[in-house]
């Protein structure tokens, strides 16, 4: 079975209060992830037709302050499709409700895996793939996923040899003391 990919993107807006905001008065990045994690649940669910989990985020960087008063919408929609997994796609906007300045505060990518009823894996849709852009993050995704197999393996605690990485250390703001 195979869905298109319109028919699960979501977006939500949500006015940024006092409440939502850090010691340095910008809104708190923990509460901009957690709407990211529910948006990125609720696309992976629509999607799946069932329950979702984060299995992981793929790098968040946040890019411009969000203020006090601003709208903030989030928007997602499933970029990738194995047999369990899913690939949520997320973007970040803020604007500024009185200029109508858009900024873009950052982008990232969460895998959600479908559960069953009985927390096993559940099988998902494919997406349908019908615009240059839609083939473009698909194949994204599987460049993303080949890149974290060599990463996680390169550093693994019994593969890794010192000797190969002290010169670039060094280089660093780090004092080595072993």
Known sequence: MFKNIEDSQVSITELMLPSHSNFSGKIHGGHILNLMDQIAFACASKHSGHYCVTASVNRVDFLN??????LVTLKASVNYTGNTSMVVGLRVESENIQSGEKKHCNSSY?????????????????????TVDSVRRFARSIARQEQSKHR??????????????LDVVKQHNVMIDL
């Not at 996680?152 to 990485?165: G, M």
């Open 152 to 165: 996680t393996s390169k550093y693994n605690s019994s593969q890794f040899k010192i000797a190969d990485y």
């Open 110 to 130: 969460f895998t959600m895996v479908a559960k069953d009823a009985n927390g096993n894996n559940a099988k998902v849709p494919g997406i349908i793939l019908n």
């Open 65 to 70: 302050p969000i203020e006090v008063g601003e």
